[in-house]
């Protein structure tokens, strides 16, 4: 009960209200804008060349500000918006002109999500374990040379980086595909051909997002168990004459472990925004890509469903690390 | 002057500073160049460097030395906007929520906690595509501003929480100092060092946003920075037809500029307390 009023509630209230604010935000956004999406869209149809007598003008005037959910009040379209929501609608897209937004993220959503998951687990646990052993003998050589290589790789902005990684391996030293997630027309199975295929695809955006995030990870857990280290039990443990396997495995990196679960919930949002950017470099088909064709083609609905989907996926992410963090830190019974 | 001497011992802070300071100087030459590089066709085009062309030329006739120049210096103004306006949000909201505790605190960093949960490069790319039409290097920075300020807004309200329990904070209000001369004359001396690190590296976030925006074609495409460099040679393929020196400029650029901004920072935070280092990197 106590656990109750005292986290859960407050925690889901904010939970909520994070949500509310950012499709609030969402729904304010592009309604700023001085231009009518209506009249874009017919005006661009007409430069691209296609004939529109007034009759049927009048009727797509009526069918696109239905379908871009632009009738009545300011008031009753935000009504309507959070209706939509609710039944995931956010209508139709507009550069791929009958398909509903839900079925194009829909399509992209498992690519950007297998990318994100699998990325993000390498890169922290490796991260982890690296810094937490470099930490622990923080005076010796290889330490010294690893915490300078995550000094040069960790400033890099995503794109850079995943640019850079194309030129090298896609170009000068072309050992993987440069674009897509499989090799185009082939159907998904689980024969081995097609896993293989989806890997190879996989591999250069997803060493692009390892390197940088090891990088980063190490360098935090590196810092965090140079403090650890100065703590009396380290050094009981030592003179208690424990192995230094197990007081660097079961007594520093699982006390380093702690605060980087709390920075990776901190930090999921700004992963999940460089996966994006990393997916448009390299074509990979999820949301990122997605996301530039909406973009280079001006689709608001299908920028809104990305935007309203992550911004829903995220909050729902860091909740949930948030609830079973007690799992790995037992002094923690939020009570 | 003390402290820059103690910078000094670090190689980091050495090596960073001298590469600023060579790329300031860079930015500075774009006031005497020979051409008007938003002008296209003024040198001949695809040129590989040489004795004329240092940088070489690229497809829409431009000199590169001297658009990478203007380039470095309108990513460094962009970059200073964002970073001094967003100082401008994040100092008040840390002193007055780090001050006062209580419900301001509460509110004030649950909206700074939205700003760091939510996916806000959509949220920034959003917006970007409203302003698209008056982009500029002054909007640029102001729309950056507007969401660099929440993480460094918490750090510098940690080092407020802590001053706070200090015994001069006590000796102060006990001798009738007000609240407001308090915290400017007492406490800003101890947090500018720390402004002064984040500034630096909201400036290198600002620069790697504008060159994931410009690369989406949601900048203002005519003004030369780091973005549009890359952009204009992303787009006519310079990658493909093997004009490396077209690729190359922006690229390395960008990236001595964020290696010598983001070690200056860490040198700094490394001097001011051994323990932590405040950086924030990505997207």
Avoid at chain 1, 262 to 279: D, M, P, R, Y
Avoid at chain 1, 310 to 334: E, G, N
Avoid at chain 2, 129 to 135: F, Q
Wanted: charged fraction near 10%; aromatic fraction near 14%; charge should be neutral.
């Amino acid at each position: 009960m106590n656990f109750l009023r005292s986290y859960l509630i407050p925690r889901l209230i904010q939970y909520f209200l994070v949500i509310f604010v950012g499709v609030t935000a969402v729904f304010i956004i592009p309604r700023l804008l001085p231009s009518d999406p209506v009249v874009r869209t017919i005006s661009e149809l007409r430069s691209r060349g296609s004939y529109l007598d007034p009759a049927s003008i009048d009727n797509m005037v009526a069918e696109l500000t239905e379908m871009y959910g632009l009738e009545g009040s300011a008031f009753d379209q935000y009504i309507a918006f959070w209706q939509r929501l609710f039944h995931g609608d956010f209508g139709v897209s507009f550069f791929q002109f009958p398909t509903p937004v839900m079925e194009l993220i829909g399509n992209a959503l498992p690519w950007t999500l297998g990318l994100l998951l699998i990325t993000t687990a390498i890169a922290w646990t490796v991260g982890i374990l690296l810094g937490g052993v470099a930490g622990y003998f923080n005076r010796a050589g290889w330490s010294r040379a690893l915490d300078t290589a995550a000094m040069i790789v960790r400033p890099m902005p995503y794109y850079l980086f995943a640019f850079a990684l194309l030129i090298l391996f896609g170009y000068i030293f072309p050992l993987f595909p440069v674009a897509g997630g499989s090799d185009i027309g082939r159907q998904p199975s689980f024969r081995w051909s097609y896993i293989s295929d989806v890997l190879r695809h996989a591999f250069l955006p997803a060493l692009s997002l390892i390197l940088l995030g090891i990088a980063a990870w190490f360098q935090t857990m590196k810092l965090i168990v140079q403090n650890v280290n100065s703590e009396d039990f380290v050094q009981y443990a030592k003179f208690g004459g424990i192995k230094e396997s197990r007081i660097v495995n079961r007594y520093v990196i699982r006390n380093g472990m702690l605060p980087q679960i709390t920075a990776l919930a901190l930090l999921i949002g700004q992963i999940f925004s460089g996966a994006l950017i990393t997916e448009i470099v390299f074509s990979y088909p999820g949301l990122g890509s997605l996301l530039y064709n909406a973009i280079t083609n001006g689709d608001y609905n299908l920028i809104m469903g990305i935007t309203v989907i992550s911004i829903v996926a995220i909050t729902t992410a860091i909740l949930i690390l948030d609830l079973i963090y007690p799992l790995f830190d037992p002094r923690i019974r939020y009570s | 002057m003390n402290v820059l001497k103690d910078l000094f011992q670090d190689y980091k802070f050495k090596v960073s500073f001298i590469i600023l300071l060579i790329l300031i100087f860079y930015a500075c030459l774009s006031f005497f160049s020979p051409y008007d590089t938003a002008l296209w066709g003024e040198v001949p085009r695809d040129l590989p460097p040489s004795m004329e062309h240092p940088l070489g030329t690229d497809s829409r006739g431009i000199d590169i030395f001297w658009v990478g120049s203007f380039a470095v210096r309108n990513s460094l103004i962009i970059a200073l906007i964002a970073g001094i306006i967003s100082r401008m949000i994040a100092v008040p909201v840390a002193m007055i929520a780090g001050y006062n505790g209580g419900t301001i605190d509460r509110v004030l960093m649950f909206i700074s906690d939205s700003f760091l949960v939510i996916p806000l490069f959509l949220i920034i790319i959003l917006l970007a595509m409203l302003v698209r039409d008056s982009m500029n290097l002054v909007t640029l920075g102001l729309l950056l501003a507007c969401f660099g300020w929440a993480w460094d807004a918490r750090v510098i309200r940690s080092d407020i929480l802590s001053l706070r329990e200090r015994g001069f904070t006590q000796t102060a209000i006990l001798s009738g100092t007000n609240t407001l001369s308090l915290v400017l004359k007492e406490y800003m001396p101890f947090v500018m060092p720390l402004v002064f690190a984040t500034l630096i590296n909201v400036m290198a976030w600002a620069i790697g946003l504008e060159v994931t925006l410009a690369i989406l074609g949601l900048v203002n495409l005519d003004i030369p920075t780091l973005g549009t460099m890359l952009y204009w040679a992303l787009s006519y393929q310079a990658v493909l037809l093997g004009y490396w020196w077209w690729v190359l400029t922006p690229v390395v650029l960008a990236v001595l500029l964020f290696i010598s901004l983001y070690w200056l920072s860490v040198s700094i935070s490394e001097y001011l307390d051994p323990r932590s280092r405040i950086q924030r990197v990505g997207a």
